[in-house]
């Protein structure tokens, strides 16, 4: 069992991680804290964990082993650096930081202080995705040509908001969903994202980030993508679709991508000796269409498990390691840089 210290109560940390340390089996909450006092002894009295006032409290515990680390962007190179030379294995919310300089410090300072660095892309713990994975990488769709996915949701001006904040967050709907999106696309393919052409547009609100955001991708196998994440679709208008398209067949999901663990999705298996049919008639086609099921698991506890075993067994994570996060970022200062100057732009670290 890993003790977890949790620095960073508000947002993602108290909507999704927290509530999920019921399903946790190798992970236990220990310590909170954050920078609102009321808020840390709220907390702590729903965790039953212990609250401290500040974060070198949190870190000087000793029982704390790992912290989650669920702030700003902009706080994430301090607050992990200083968690490495505190000894504590430490998970990060994404984005892992606001520049790629910022995420190799974090990066060598883990290594430095022998402990390793994750980042909280969660989405590849979702039960169909596992699954659309598995199909991929078996073969089931053949060699993969085409892969789309969509996020979307609605968040209007709020004033304060850090996400809505360039100096805080990096950008708008770009490095807050889409680099999901990035992240998912390639667990799935088991392909990189290489290149990358992107629009992004603040066409509904009012704050100095984007609202819209669409990016075309080519992967290192030669696929083409597509991610759009958008800021100014209702929570109800967007269905959150995953498509990927092979030369034998497809996968394609709704509702799968998101903070909950349901959704569905179906497979599209094509019949070689189909042929070609002039008139493009689906009805004429040799399809077989296979619903795809998995037991609903809880992404957040399933990730921070994850990574409680790689402490306990001393093997580093092979799933949301800091270099992906790194990775993840690259591509999304690309495609900023691509909308930026209106050209395609490769992916470089």
């Known amino acids: 069992m890993v003790n977890w210290g949790v620095i960073g109560c508000g947002g993602i940390a108290r909507r999704r991680m927290i ?15 954050d920078v609102n006092a009321d808020v840390t002894n709220e907390v ?12 070198d409290a949190l870190l000087a515990d000793p029982e704390v082993q790992a912290v989650y680390i669920a702030t700003p962007v902009f706080l994430h190179r301090d607050q992990t650096i200083a968690a490495a030379k505190a000894g504590k294995h430490v998970l990060v919310e994404k984005p892992i930081a606001l520049s790629i300089e910022d995420g190799r410090e974090m990066l060598k ?9 994750a980042e909280g892309y969660m989405m590849k713990y979702q039960a169909l995705h596992q699954k659309a994975r598995e199909m991929v990488l078996a073969g089931e769709i053949g060699r993969v040509v085409f892969a789309r996915a969509q996020l979307s949701c609605w968040y ?3 004033p304060g908001a850090w996400r809505q904040n360039p100096e805080q967050g990096g950008g708008g709907a770009l490095i807050d969903m889409a680099t999901h999106l990035y992240d998912l696309l390639e667990y799935i393919t088991g392909s990189r994202i290489v290149e990358v052409s992107a629009f992004t547009d603040t066409l509904t609100f009012n704050y100095p980030v984007d609202d819209s955001s669409t990016t075309l991708l080519r992967f290192d196998n030669g696929a083409h993508g597509v991610a759009d994440a958008f800021f100014n679709v209702p929570d109800s208008a967007g269905q959150d679709r995953l498509e990927i398209y092979g030369n034998k067949g497809s996968i394609q ?20 000796s189909a042929g070609y049919d002039p008139q493009q008639s689906k009805e004429s086609l040799n399809v077989a269409v296979r619903e795809v099921s998995a037991t609903p698991v809880n992404m957040y506890a399933a990730e921070i498990d994850a990574f409680s075993r790689c402490i306990e067994s001393g093997e580093a994570p092979q799933l949301n390691s800091g270099e992906d996060g790194l990775h993840v970022l690259a591509v999304a200062q690309a495609a900023y840089e691509s909308s930026r100057t209106g050209r395609a732009q490769t992916v470089t670290i």
Not at 20 to 30: C, D, G, L, M, V
Not at 44 to 54: D, F, L, Q, T, V
């Open 253 to 272: 999901a709704e509702g799968t991508i998101g903070q909950m663990p349901g959704g569905k999705m179906a497979a599209y298996l094509s019949d070689d």
């Open 156 to 158: 209007p001006d709020i």
């Open 44 to 55: 702590a009295r729903e965790a039953n964990a212990r609250g401290h006032a500040s974060i």
């Open 109 to 117: 300072a883990c290594r430095d202080a022998g402990v390793y660095l």
């Open 19 to 33: 509530p999920a340390a019921p399903h946790f089996q190798k992970s236990r909450i220990a310590a909170v804290m």
